[in-house]
């Protein structure tokens, strides 16, 4: 790549500042798998797990969930705030270039148009609705499992994923490449990490919608407000099936 070709790639990178570098990649690699740890340390120390839910297990877990989204928080703190020294606006919730009311708007018709492909790719494929997912997530569960899990669910996981996904993948891949190209590659990484193919299907069309918020606002505030509208709604969904 010339000086040319360069320049004219930084006058029209559309990420937030500063630039991801592969040090920001590690750090949020780390960050995304981070809540995983206290899951698996529980599966292996605490065999209760496996033989069903009972009040131990549940207090467990509950504790589990806490213990997520600490460690999520505490590695959010050490790599990319302490060690890299981003503050808040370089971890992307600046001011926002269009005011946050439109995401009374916003949300609605994407979550909308996510579900109404995801029924369209569903039907072709012959993918289950994305509720049954969900619901077998949190059947079975008491309220003492259940607080906590709606906090990570509706709070701390949509702040890991947009830091991890919408600020620092999609910002380092807008340096090298065009957003057409930038934001389906952001999408898939970010449904593909859902496991489970309903998840997945509805998953990467509200990734699109999400990075489209994020380079529409200039901000995270935009997609984390999305993201959380979206994980409320089918919380309360989900809750209200049980």
Known sequence: MNLVELGRRKRNYL?????????????????????????????????????????????????????????????LWIGLIRNCRWNRVQLGFCKARRSLWHILWWSPIAIVLAAKATAIVGSVLGVEAQGTSEKTAFGGLSWVAIVPAVFLYVLVGPLLEEVVFRRVLLDYLLGVLPRW????????????????????????????????????FRSLWGPFLLHVSNNALVTCGVLLAL
């Open 15 to 75: 990420g937030l500042h500063p630039t991801p570098t592969r040090k920001h990649l590690l750090w949020a690699g780390g960050l995304f798998l981070s809540p995983y740890l206290p899951f698996l340390t529980a599966l292996a120390f605490f065999p209760l797990f496996r033989d069903g839910l009972g009040s131990k297990a549940e207090l467990v877990l509950s504790g589990t969930f806490l213990a997520a989204s600490f460690s999520a928080l505490l590695i």
């Open 181 to 216: 190209v930038a934001v389906p590659i952001v999408s898939a990484c970010f449904a593909l990490v859902h496991i489970a193919p309903p998840l997945i299907v509805y998953n990467f069309f509200l990734g699109i919608a999400l990075a489209m918020a994020r380079l529409w």
